[in-house]
């Protein structure tokens, strides 16, 4: 019980830094700006297949113990729009903005799903709704419990939108940096609390990020690596 009571007053004073630095952050001009679509770990993408290929091949299965041409037929119809959708909805490319202030750096994320995933997503929750409700006339009211619940997920997945987040990197502290030695990525390592992070930019960005870095913290150490997976291996 301590342990949970210490986490909970730990994350509220957390917060309450947060806020104050992010008062102050946003007040400062933006010195420096860009974009780039980070795409998830290839292992998330084998995530997406796996998940597709065990939903179609549970109807494929079951056309054909059943011999049920239908069902086998609709097991393949399923497999690409299954792995379209885990690849786009679960694991999505994320459109980055950076912004380089004097006192730290915003980052705002936005997934970016195409909209013909969410497209089939409306035409399944509208699906979803239907069925619910045919459920509540042929079982009758007892079909509330179940349905009820079932509707509001559905309703709520025809709104759906991609989502923004916004993350702050505050500079705090001294700075160990690592970075790819033909650029592309840093990360920043600080002995102060919400000041560490990863940058992701396109090379031509390498040399002004360079020398706004060098203006703005006290770096302390600086290693290049050969590889993204040792940058970010590097503690």
Not at 26 to 45: A, C, D, M, R, S
Not at 59 to 67: A, P, T
Request: aromatic share 12%; glycine share 8%.
């Amino acid at each position: 019980m301590s342990t949970i009571k210490e986490y909970e007053a730990y994350n509220n004073e957390n917060n309450k830094i947060r806020a104050e630095l992010n008062k102050e952050l946003v007040k400062g001009p933006v010195k420096y700006q860009w974009e780039i679509v980070i795409k998830p770990h290839f292992y998330l993408t084998i995530m997406a297949i796996f998940l597709a290929l065990c939903f179609a091949g549970g109807f494929i299965y079951l056309g054909l113990d059943s011999d049920s041409l239908g069902t086998v037929f609709s097991g393949a119809i399923s497999l690409p729009i299954m792995f379209y959708i885990s690849r786009y909805l679960l694991t999505p490319n994320v459109m980055t903005t950076y912004k380089v202030m004097p006192l730290g750096i915003v980052l705002i994320k936005k997934d970016c799903i195409p909209e013909a995933v969410f497209k089939v997503i409306r035409i399944l929750a509208w699906g979803g709704v239907i069925t619910c409700l045919l459920a509540v006339f042929i079982v009758g009211p007892m079909a509330f419990v179940g349905a009820g619940g079932s509707a509001l997920m559905a309703f709520q997945l025809i709104n759906a939108q991609p989502l923004e987040r916004t993350h702050e990197i505050y500079f705090l502290g001294n700075y160990k940096l690592s970075s790819l030695s033909e650029g592309g990525v840093i990360r920043l390592k600080s002995d102060e609390r919400n000041a560490s992070g990863i940058i992701y930019f396109q090379k031509k960005h390498t040399k002004k990020i360079d020398k706004l870095l060098k203006q703005y913290i006290n770096i302390t150490e600086h290693i290049k690596f050969a590889s993204v997976s040792e940058v970010l291996d590097n503690y």
